[in-house]
């Protein structure tokens, strides 16, 4: 049942226009991050990929950053929560799809623009508490390294 509606949500989000009512869209993502669909694994399985699309697509086309961002905080935050379960291949799933993309960004902006410090801040605190430093398979080290290198640490 949460499937199927999860699966609705997904093909209705899909449907509306793209570059048309961008705001109500993550918006409505948001709703769903915070709805008991998204605890459930295999609804976040169906959920995730198409919210990390409609985020890279926005990032890429600088809109909506504001809202991007906290939509984006918004996955990481219920992610982290420990009713959530097994969750390392989602937000490995988030690494693989939107790092390069948020590190783009968070350059082109630099570093005095206020949202270029929302974007690693929102990653590596998410990252750090879910994985311990050092591990060798650790991507709060990749983004970090990442980040370090880029020299917003």
Not at 24 to 34: D, E, G, I, P
Not at 82 to 104: A, F, S
Request: proline share 5%.
């Amino acid at each position: 049942m949460f499937l199927l509606v999860s699966n609705l949500l997904k093909d209705f989000i899909l449907s509306l226009p793209p570059d048309r009512l961008e705001k109500q869209k993550l918006q409505s993502l948001t709703a769903m991050v915070n709805s008991q669909i998204f605890h459930r694994p295999e609804c976040r399985d169906a959920l995730l990929p198409m919210m990390i699309e409609e985020l890279k697509m926005l990032i890429l086309n600088w809109s909506e950053e504001e809202t991007c961002i906290d939509l984006l905080s918004n996955i990481l935050e219920v992610l982290h929560r420990p009713d959530m379960g097994e969750v390392r291949g989602h937000i490995q799933l988030i690494l693989k799809k939107l790092l390069q993309t948020v590190n783009q960004r968070v350059m082109i902006l630099g570093q005095e623009h206020e949202l270029s410090v929302s974007h690693p801040g929102v990653l590596s605190l998410s990252l750090s508490l879910r994985w311990e430093p050092g591990s060798q398979s650790s991507p709060c080290c990749l983004y970090s390294s990442a980040a370090v290198s880029a020299g917003f640490f």
